[in-house]
C-alpha cells in the first residue's frame, strides 16, 4: 500500500464556543480528492464527524480503482476503463484487480488454468439448492450459497494466510458464474449444466445457462464478447455501497465467502446493483416513447416515488463511462441483429429527453452503467431477474481484490461507525401495572393505575376508569 501519510499539509478545526482549534494532517492521493485525517477528533475534541451516506466521507486508502466523477474517468490500477474494454478480457481484468498488474502470457495461462480448475462446485450445493422455493429470485439464491460455500473448504479459511486468500480468490472466481447459471436454472426448474474446460469464461457462463441435454447450444461469438466486455465494465467501483458492505463484513474477520454473500444482498438492492433489473421494469412500465414527458415529470415530483432508474450517479456528476460504451454495444449490436426491441426506442428517447431537461441537468443527473445493460442483456437472451447476478458475477473480481486489500491493510480496524443519539432522555422503569393505561383502554379491572404524576386509583368493576373523571382526581 503505498504510504501516502506523510504529509505537512493540515487543515484547523476550531470549537467556536471555546476557542479550542485542533490541527488535522490532510492526505494527497495519486489522484483525486484529498483527505482529511479527522481519527483524532474524538479523543482531541469530544466530537464525532456527522456524515449520513458518507457522502464526504473515505473510509480506506486503496490502490485498486479510481473514479472522477467530474471527467468521468474510471481507472483500475491505473488503466483506463475504455482501454481495458477494448484490449483485454474479462479473467485477464481479474488478474490485475487482483494482483496490481497485468499479467504476462505466462501469468495468464497459469492464471486461467487454475480458474479453470476451480469451476466446479461441490455436489452438496445442488441439494442445498432445492432448499429454495421453486420459483425463488437467483439472487436470493446466489447470496446463500455463496454464503454456504465457506462450509466446504474448512481447509482454507485462514484469512491471515496468503495462500488461503488466493485460493478463496479463485474458488470465488471460479465459482460464481457455474452457481449464477445453475441458480437461474433451478428457478427455471431445469437441471444446472456442469462447466466445460474448452470454453473461455463468458462462454461457459452462457453455455452453462443455455445448453441442454436435448440439443447441441452453440454459444454466439457475439455474445460472449460483449458479455466478456460487461464483465470487465461491472469488475470494481472503488468504495461502492456492496463493495462497503464486503470491507465491513470483512473487518470483522468473517471469511470472504460471508463478507461477499453480504455484499451480494447489498448489490440486490434498486439504488444500487438491482437498477439494472429496475431499468427494464420502469421501461416497460412506461410502454411508449409518447408516455415519456409524463414520467420524466413524475420523476421530478418529490412527492411521487417514481425514479428514473439506471440515471444518477453518487460519483458520476458527468455520463458514467461504462455507460457511454454500453451504450456503444447496444447500438453495434442493433445494427447487427436489428432492433434491440421496442424498449431500446424508449431508453433512447428518454435519455434524449432527460438530457435536455432543466431539472437533471442541473443535478448532474446522467445515464449510469445500469440504464443500457438490460437492453444488452436481452438481447442476448439472459432474462431480468439474472441482470442483477450478472452484476455480482463480475463485481465477485472487485470485492475479493478490496477485502484482501483491506485484510492486509495495516490501518485495518473493525469498522464501528458512530452516531448522534437523538432518543429519549434517561428514565426509570416502571411495573406495567403502574404505567398508566390509554383512557378506555380495557382488561383492567382492579387493578391499579397510575398517572404520570405519580397518583393511583383502583379501576372499576368493568375495568374501566372511574366514571367521575378521566384520570387522578387531583390531575
Ligand atoms: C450503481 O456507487 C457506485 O459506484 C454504484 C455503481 C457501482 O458500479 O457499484 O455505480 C452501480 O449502483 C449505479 C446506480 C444505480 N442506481 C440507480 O440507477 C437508481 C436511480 N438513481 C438514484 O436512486 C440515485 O441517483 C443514486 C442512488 C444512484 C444516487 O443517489 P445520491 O447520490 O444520494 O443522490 P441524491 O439521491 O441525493 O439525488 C440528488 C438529487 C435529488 O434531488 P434534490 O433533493 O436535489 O431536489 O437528484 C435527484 C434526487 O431527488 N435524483 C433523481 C434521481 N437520482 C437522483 N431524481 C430522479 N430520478 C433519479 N434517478
Known amino acids: 500500500m503505498n504510504d501516502q501519510k506523510t504529509t505537512k499539509h493540515t487543515v484547523t478545526v476550531t470549537n467556536n464556543a471555546t476557542g479550542q482549534a485542533l490541527e488535522l494532517p490532510v492526505y494527497t492521493g495519486t489522484h483525486g480528492t484529498p483527505v482529511v485525517d479527522t481519527r483524532s477528533m474524538h479523543s482531541k475534541m469530544g466530537m464525532f464527524t456527522y456524515d449520513p451516506g458518507f ?113 478463496s480468490a479463485h474458488r470465488l472466481i471460479a465459482k460464481m458464474p457455474t452457481i449464477a447459471a445453475a441458480s437461474f436454472r433451478y428457478s427455471r426448474g431445469e437441471p444446472p449444466v456442469y462447466p466445460r474446460n474448452k470454453y473461455c469464461y463468458a462462454e461457459n457462463f452462457l453455455n452453462m445457462m443455455f445448453s441442454y441435454p436435448t440439443y447441441k447450444y452453440e454459444v454466439d461469438p457475439d455474445h460472449s464478447r460483449v458479455l466478456d466486455k460487461l464483465l470487465i465494465l461491472h469488475a470494481d467501483h472503488e468504495q461502492n455501497a456492496s463493495t462497503s458492505t464486503v470491507r465491513l463484513a470483512g473487518s470483522s474477520l468473517a471469511n470472504p465467502f460471508a463478507a461477499i454473500s453480504a455484499g451480494i444482498g447489498a448489490l440486490w438492492g434498486p439504488a444500487h446493483g438491482g437498477a439494472n433489473e429496475a431499468v427494464i421494469k420502469m421501461l416497460e412500465q412506461i410502454g411508449h416513447p409518447r408516455e415519456i414527458a409524463r414520467y420524466v415529470e413524475r420523476a421530478k415530483d418529490k412527492d411521487d416515488p417514481f425514479r428514473l432508474m439506471g440515471f444518477g450517479h453518487r460519483v458520476y456528476k458527468n455520463y458514467d463511462p461504462r455507460a457511454k460504451l454500453i451504450r456503444i454495444e447496444a447500438h453495434a449490436l442493433l445494427a447487427k441483429h436489428g432492433r434491440l426491441g421496442p424498449l431500446f426506442e424508449t431508453a433512447l428517447e428518454l435519455e434524449r429527453i432527460a438530457l435536455e431537461d432543466e431539472y437533471f441537468l442541473e443535478r448532474k443527473l446522467y445515464p449510469n452503467v445500469d440504464f443500457y445493460s438490460g437492453l444488452i442483456y436481452r438481447s ?27 485484510i492486509n491493510d495495516p490501518e485495518r480496524v473493525i469498522g464501528r461507525p458512530r452516531q448522534l443519539y437523538v432518543g429519549p432522555a434517561q428514565r426509570s422503569f416502571h411495573p406495567r401495572l403502574e404505567r398508566g393505561h390509554i383512557p378506555g383502554e ?7 393505575h397510575r398517572c404520570s404524576h405519580g397518583h393511583e386509583w383502583p379501576g372499576d368493576k368493568n375495568g374501566q376508569r372511574k366514571a367521575k373523571g378521566e384520570g387522578c382526581d387531583d390531575c
Open 55 to 167: 457522502k464526504s466521507t473515505a473510509s480506506c486508502s486503496s490502490e485498486i480503482t479510481y473514479i472522477d466523477g467530474d471527467a468521468g474517468v474510471l481507472l483500475y490500477r491505473g488503466y483506463p476503463i475504455e482501454e481495458l474494454a477494448e484490449k483485454s478480457c474479462y479473467l485477464e481484468v481479474c488478474y490485475l484487480l487482483l494482483y496490481g498488474e497485468l499479467p504476462t502470457a505466462t501469468q495468464f495461462d497459469e492464471f486461467r488454468q487454475m480458474i479453470t480448475m476451480h469451476t466446479m462446485v461441490n455436489e452438496g450445493l445442488k441439494d442445498f439448492m432445492r432448499g429454495f422455493r421453486h420459483d425463488a429470485h437467483p439472487m436470493s439464491i446466489l447470496v446463500g450459497v455463496v454464503g454456504a460455500l465457506g462450509s466446504f473448504f474448512h481447509d482454507s479459511l485462514d484469512i491471515h494466510d496468503p495462500r488461503h486468500q488466493e485460493i
Open 380 to 406: 442476448i437472451g439472459i432474462p431480468t431477474s439474472m441482470f442483477t447476478v450478472l452484476f455480482a458475477m463480475a463485481r465477485t473480481i472487485g470485492w475479493i481484490a478490496q477485502w484482501k486489500e483491506m
Open 442 to 448: 380495557t382488561g383492567c379491572a382492579g387493578r391499579k
